[in-house]
């Protein structure tokens, strides 16, 4: 028996509206965001630092200048970097 996590599913409706579909947003990243999904595409891209992604159950090592496209639903993830010790904090946009 395995005990899946809980996946939280980010709605369009929170960030997108028909006037605008698209939302842009720049952020310093941890690991403080639960698994979750959206109804929408994400693109992230790795503008700072370096770090790990943790995507469905495996961590990836990613630095600047990284690029991810998650297709909406399905791919249950941890969307959050951490930082290694003593290096720059990692920013996504």
């Given at each position: 028996?395995?005990?899946?996590?809980?996946?939280?599913?980010?709605t369009a409706a929170e960030f997108l509206s028909p006037e605008v579909p698209v939302f842009i947003n720049r952020v310093?990243?941890?690991?403080?965001m639960w698994h979750h999904d959206h109804e929408f595409v994400e693109?992230?891209?790795v503008s700072e630092g370096t770090?790990?992604?943790y995507i469905e159950g495996q961590f990836l090592p990613v630095a600047k200048g990284d690029l991810f496209f998650f297709?909406?639903?399905?791919?249950?993830r941890v969307s959050?970097?951490?930082?290694r010790a003593g290096r720059r904090p990692l920013d996504r946009v």
């Amino acid at each position: 028996m395995s005990i899946k996590p809980f996946v939280f599913t980010t709605t369009a409706a929170e960030f997108l509206s028909p006037e605008v579909p698209v939302f842009i947003n720049r952020v310093q990243e941890s690991f403080g965001m639960w698994h979750h999904d959206h109804e929408f595409v994400e693109i992230n891209y790795v503008s700072e630092g370096t770090g790990f992604q943790y995507i469905e159950g495996q961590f990836l090592p990613v630095a600047k200048g990284d690029l991810f496209f998650f297709a909406d639903r399905g791919v249950a993830r941890v969307s959050a970097f951490a930082c290694r010790a003593g290096r720059r904090p990692l920013d996504r946009v």
